[in-house]
Every structure is written in structure tokens, then in C-alpha cells.
């Protein structure tokens, strides 16, 4: 793992807003995190771990080791007649594993098609839209306390799920860094098209929609309300509804 001295951040933002970091390092592997968290240690400096950078406002300048969380990998756990339980890395972007779970037949997330960012994180804000909650398919989470370096498990029931929050936002987790999320998907489709966007939209189809069509009904959606921050800087998404 190398590290990166006084890092240009401006580009791991989608806000693209110009930040310069004391260090930033790739961390691909849990051996990765425990050496940046030692030297995060021996200088001195906060731990402060990144995905997509998306609703993310960073400082000018940053006294602190950022670590690009890229651990990668999706594994099948267990299998039912009805569900399936698969572990995901942290690392994996979050669209990208809703539309391989519809390739896999692995039904539940694709409400939830295109919101940025990645896995990891999905937890953290119990990620939801048009009607779903990221909750609802969550087992367990795994994540590395920074203070002993140990791995960590968190049932779903543990994880005090509410809107666009868990325990994760509490002051005890600060010092965590969550590596993995088991998800329970379906093997049967029960699409939710409850929300009122979502009936306008599939107004003119015909029978039940698909996962599948229900999921680029989303990605419609959202493109017609954001544009792609790869493009023109944004926030990416809006995760909780302010309050007027």
C-alpha cells in the first residue's frame, strides 16, 4: 500500500470542489486498512475513509490520511428455495451490485438502482427511495474498529435502522470502517411501485412490471432529476429530506 502526500482530493469528490489532503491511500484489502490505520496512527493523523465522494464537502485543506475504500468482491453465502444470502465488499459500487443482483435473479434492491456511492455507505444512511429501504435486505454488516483493529459484526437488528440512519452515525462507530454488508434477497420478484412517481411512470404499461423494468424506470427517474456528476459536478443525490 503506498501513501500519498499532500493529495489532491478535488477529484474523488463529486462536488469536485478543490481540496488538498496531509495523505490519501488506496485501501484494497484489510491488510490495507490496519496499515493505514497504523500510520494514521504514527503521524498523528485522523483516520478518515472515503467511497464515491458523494455528498461529501471537503476543506481546502485537510489534516488527515483519507482512505479510497476499495475492498472488492460479491459471494454467495447461502441459498434457499426463496432467498439467497450474499456477502458484499464495502468497495463494490452500489449500482453496479443492484444490476448484478437482477442478472443473478436476486430481487429486492432495484428501487434503489443508480443512487451513488458504495456499498459500504449504504448502510451508514439506510439508503432508500420510491418506496425501499436498504434495511429491508440487510443481514449483517462487518467493519474494522480503528482504536483495536478488530473485525466486527452488527446483526441488521443491531443496527438501529431508521430514516437515513443507523448506529453507524452514533459517536461510538466514528472510529469504524464498515468492510462488508450481507445482503437476504429475494428469488421471487415482488416489485414495490407504490410511490406516486413510479405509478405515472408505469402507467402505460401493460401487467406487472418487472424487476428488471421497474429498475430502469428508477434510473429514468433519476437522470431526469440530476444530471450525471461525472459530467456536471453535484451533489448526486439528496439522502434525507430537509424539513421546512
Not at 489532503?21 to 504514527?42: F, H, K, P
Not at 468492510?179 to 402507467?203: C, H, I, M, N, Q
Request: charged share 25%; glycine share 6%.
Amino acid at each position: 500500500m503506498k501513501i500519498h502526500h499532500t493529495f489532491d482530493l478535488t477529484p474523488f469528490t463529486t462536488l469536485r470542489l478543490r481540496s488538498r489532503v496531509s495523505a490519501w491511500c488506496r485501501v484494497a484489502s484489510v491488510g490495507d486498512l490496519e496499515q493505514a490505520i497504523d500510520y494514521a496512527a504514527a503521524q498523528r493523523l485522523p483516520l478518515v475513509p472515503l467511497g464515491d465522494g458523494s455528498n461529501v464537502v471537503a476543506d481546502e485543506s485537510v489534516h488527515a490520511l483519507v482512505a479510497s475504500i476499495e475492498l472488492r468482491g460479491v459471494d454467495l453465502v447461502e441459498e434457499t428455495d426463496d432467498s439467497v444470502l450474499v456477502d458484499v465488499a464495502a468497495g463494490e459500487n452500489w449500482h453496479a451490485w443492484v444490476m448484478y443482483s437482477l442478472q443473478r435473479g436476486w430481487y429486492g434492491l432495484e428501487n434503489l438502482a443508480l443512487i451513488p456511492g458504495r456499498v459500504g455507505a449504504a448502510p451508514i444512511q439506510n439508503i432508500g427511495a420510491y418506496g425501499v429501504e436498504v434495511a429491508s435486505f440487510i443481514d449483517s454488516v462487518r467493519y474494522i474498529c480503528v482504536k483495536t483493529k478488530r473485525e466486527k459484526c452488527l446483526r441488521a437488528e443491531q443496527c438501529a435502522f431508521r430514516y437515513r440512519s443507523s448506529s453507524f452515525k452514533a459517536p461510538q462507530f466514528r472510529g469504524s470502517v464498515i468492510v462488508g454488508v450481507r445482503f437476504r434477497l429475494r428469488k421471487e420478484p415482488r416489485t414495490v411501485v407504490d410511490y406516486p412517481a413510479l405509478k405515472r411512470a408505469l402507467s402505460a404499461s401493460v401487467g406487472t412490471a418487472t424487476p428488471e423494468q421497474l429498475a430502469n424506470v428508477v434510473i429514468g427517474l433519476r437522470e431526469s432529476k440530476l444530471p450525471d456528476p461525472k459530467k456536471i459536478p453535484n451533489a448526486g443525490s439528496f439522502f434525507k429530506n430537509p424539513i421546512v
